[in-house]
């Protein structure tokens, strides 16, 4: 995601080129999401994201002979963005169901803040470390490594077996377009899950649009190159990763207040009861 901006600006691509590309690798997200979260409740999870997270990396090791042998054109780097889009908008919420699927259901809150956390981590170092490698070696070396990377996931996911929550077999049985459409009217009809999908959608469209013009601040009004965006997509990562440590205090507070047994509240509200005569 550092890489690819930075090479459409040195392959001679435009603004324009910029807010494609960044409408290719997050606009498939609006859509293919709910789609992504219905197959993770029909087919294994585990399986689906082997799948996706080999594809992933196969278009980031294309993109990166495309780099290193100096073969390449916007037009390609848009169309291995378009299969990063498309991958990652499947990905995301398979991912989340994934990890439901790895703890017990009480300790749920604390694996997602953690899971936030190295999301946000990564988003923290891996930009930075970017944009230093991109300034020190260049688009081809700086995406071999990126290749590197993107081929240990497939691999740390053989390792990881999820032991709590499968899909159930049952929903095999119907159609997917009613599973589908059953899911939307839940999310749509539950004010809670509404509310949140409206918020997440403003800050979607508003704010993380952001990151289509932040190469050419870096480039063109800083003066800075490769080494400026990075930090400045760092600081995505920093603001989650600030946010990471309240959040798990908050869950375990709320848990704390939840575990209270209904024989224990019922004595405390006996004890301050107006009929029971109080110590003088």
């Known amino acids: 995601m550092t890489a690819s901006p930075l090479l459409v600006l040195e392959l001679g691509g435009s603004a324009l080129d910029l807010g494609v590309l960044a409408a290719l690798q997050f606009g498939p ?41 100096g073969n390449i054109s916007v037009a390609a780097v848009l169309v291995i963005s378009t299969v990063f889009g498309l991958a990652t908008a499947a990905e995301m919420p398979i991912r989340l169901a ?3 699927g790895t703890v017990p ?17 990564t988003r923290l170092l891996g930009p930075a470390a970017a944009g230093v490698l ?16 993107a081929l240990l996931a497939p691999w740390l996911l053989l390792a990881t077996r999820p032991s709590f929550g499968t899909p159930a077999a049952a929903q095999g049985v119907r159609p997917f377009a009613e599973f589908l459409r059953t899911g939307v009217d839940y999310a749509w009809s539950t004010p809670a899950i509404r509310n949140l999908l409206i918020v997440v959608f403003g800050i979607s469209a508003f704010g993380n649009s ?26 995505f990562g920093t603001g989650g990763l600030l946010a990471a440590a309240p959040m798990t205090f908050i869950s375990r507070r709320r848990r704390a207040t939840s575990s209270v047994s209904p024989s224990c509240a019922s004595r405390r509200h006996s004890w301050h009861s107006p009929s029971r005569p109080r110590l003088s």
Do not use: K, Y
């Open 134 to 149: 991109l300034l020190a070696v260049g688009f081809g070396p700086t995406l071999i490594v990126a290749a590197a990377l």
């Open 29 to 69: 997200a609006v859509l293919l999401s709910p789609l992504g979260g219905a197959l993770a409740d029909r087919v294994s999870r585990r399986s689906l994201l082997l799948w996706l997270h080999s594809a992933l990396a196969v278009q980031v090791c294309v993109l990166a002979a495309g780099a290193a042998s």
């Open 98 to 100: 994934f990890l439901a």
């Open 105 to 121: 259901r009480e300790h749920l809150p604390n694996a997602i803040v953690l899971h936030q956390a190295a999301f946000s981590t």
């Open 210 to 235: 952001i990151q289509a013009i932040l190469p050419l601040f870096a480039v063109d009004s800083l003066g800075m190159g490769s080494w400026a965006f990075g930090l400045l997509l760092s600081a």
